[in-house]
């Protein structure tokens, strides 16, 4: 994750950018971030997992979506503005809905690491959501065929609910029954 412009801009200057851009640019305190075009094994590795989520939800009340949508997170505690665009969310509050993105906090993403993300995802975005409340935060490491899931404890911090390498099977803790076996993902 680069950061697209080398100066702090307000939200107006970016939405007027992200008009005229073809990239996937997100916005977090003020400094616009342009994501890489992802992998053809990340494309196939979001395919995958959003099937098995979407599979999963049928039925129920909750949502996924996967990149390119715009998330905005808000809630009654953080000032600020911040877009990202995650490669998959499960939203389940349905009134943060606009025609253009979703603002709240959805109540699960799914980041797939990239050589040139890694530190975005596992640091700033890890603290982004935790602070803001996501329940649950899964990093996909394609290049460790890993995935490790964090999750909201009672104290708002996230701990370690689950991490596998090259095999086993994966749970949640927010989606009660979900799994997937890694070597079906990987």
Known sequence: MNLYINESMSIDDYFEIREKSEHLL?????????????????????????????????????????????????????????????DLSVICEKSGFTESRYIGVPNLIVEILSPSNQ?????????LYMNYGVKEYWIVNPMLHSITVYALNDESMYDQHDMKTKNGIITSKFLVGFKIDLEEIF
């Open 26 to 86: 997100e916005y977090i305190d003020g400094f616009v971030y342009m994501s890489p075009s992802p992998s053809t094994k990340h494309q196939r590795i979001s395919s995958k997992l959003h099937i098995k989520l979407g599979n999963f939800l049928e039925g129920k009340h909750c949502e996924v979506f996967h990149a390119p949508f715009d998330i905005e997170l808000k809630n009654a505690i953080i000032e600020g503005t911040k877009i990202v665009i995650p």
């Open 119 to 127: 530190s975005h995802d596992l640091i700033t975005k890890l603290n």
